[in-house]
């Protein structure tokens, strides 16, 4: 039996695919970025063309550096960036429209619109665990239905199909135009405000709220059972796909952190932190969304509480490449290092207003207390703290909610490579921080779910002895500052807030014209 999985991990940013041994360890991986669209403000794109002939690329160029075949590859698990709308042509297999990112804010409007009633943003919480806002899938699949000439018609006759990344990829990978599989998992699913969470199927009544036809959604599979298998015969053919997870509920399997009361934190394009609630449905009261953890072939769905945070890696890639402070994004701990502290900024990234625990769509960036002493270093720093504070915030809002106090945070991610950063943020948590040996835990955990519907793996518990620990970072700042640095952040936050009224609207939608 063939003793590698593969992982194809389709992100905000680019798209990786890691191949992993049959003890979770990675072997080779290859990686490509992809071009941020920005049209004009609060508008973020991609090109789904672009997405696949990475995912092609990286994947036949992984397989090469770990000397494998296809023969030697027991499964396929695919992980991706949430919320993200592609809408495409069956028959033809191009997109009718660049891809509508999670970020993206130009449907605020028909948000607003819906959110007018009694129950505000709160309208569908009860049936979908999500609040009302721009960043889950229903308003953008909307938006495209509505702007491009014929998509709705199409959509109805079944000839146009929606699909978040992991569907547009899974659909590519098993032959596209010639039949391939138009399938999704629960957990992305679970993000698109039109699925309902104790039957795990596609509401009817909220795809007529929306004006979305049944005809063009995908059908919803658990997130580890064989979908289909790969019509690539030139990179990777006939490998079972046995693994669908959205990106962080991804990262939280690859952490094994399977059971109620077990989380992670992941440092990627934004952070996200996930509180598994087992197979109970737990309503946040503080801001939290309520989501599908994962689904193993037959077995009842596993849920989460989830803090979602739009801006942290992203704001060091926007300093890379809108301010020029940085030349590659990994300089962003050597430069924010040169500097004792923050030099009293604060910086708030509310770029498409502030997601978990706010949901504050008025919201917009803000970097506050600047003096003449402030350079590109502390600038640098205040980023760095920015992602600590917010993920402060979101843990504040978990405890509150499950009354349960963290005794650590287990972190995942790109950004947990910066040590600094780490330290921070144990530091102003006031908790031990501790990073795995594989940081990349979103392919891993995409890996874990092919392995295990491919018989790699023989259980959950196996992959749990797979965990090992890299670092704990301990927090050194003492309570009394620790406090004082956080109210200060607060005080940051509400000078974000209100920021998005009538003039700034109009001004917004004129830029980028």
Partial sequence: MPGHVLAI?????????????????????????????????????HDPVEIWTNTEFVVSAALSRAHLTASDIAGIGVTNQRETVIVWDRRTGRPVHHAIVWQDTRTQARVDEMASGELGTHRFAEQTGLPLATYFSASKIAWLLDRVPGAREAAERGEVLFGTPDTW????????????????????????????????????????????????????????????????????NDVPIAGILGDQQAATFGQAAFEAGESKNTYGTGNFLLVGTGTEI???????????????????????LEGSIAVTGSLVQWLRDNLGIIQRSEDVEKLAGTVADAGGAYFVPAFSGLFAPYWRPDARGALVGLTRYVNKAHIARAALESTAFQSRDVIEAVVADTGRELDELRVDGGMTRDDLLMQFQADILGLPVVRPKVVETTALGAAYAAGLATGVWGSRDELRAHWQEDARFEPRMGEDERERRYRMWKKAVSKSLDWVDEDARELMGTTGR
């Fill in 9 to 45: 991990d389709q992100g905000t940013t680019s798209t990786r695919a890691i191949v992993f041994d049959a003890h979770g360890v990675p072997r080779a991986d290859a990686q490509r970025e992809h071009e941020q669209i920005l049209p004009r403000a609060g508008w973020v794109e």
């Fill in 169 to 236: 990829v899974v659909w590519n990978l098993t032959g596209g135009t010639r039949g391939g599989i138009h399938v999704t998992d629960v957990t992305n699913a679970s993000r698109t405000l039109l699925m309902d969470l104790q039957t795990l199927d596609w509401a009817d009544e909220l795809l007529e709220v929306w004006g979305i036809p049944r005809a063009m959604m995908p059908e919803i599979r658990s997130s580890s059972e064989v979908v289909g298998r790969t019509q690539l015969p030139s990179v990777a």
């Fill in 282 to 304: 737990v309503r946040s009261e503080r801001g939290l969304i309520t989501t599908v953890a994962y689904r193993c072939g037959d077995e009842p769905a596993h849920y989460a």
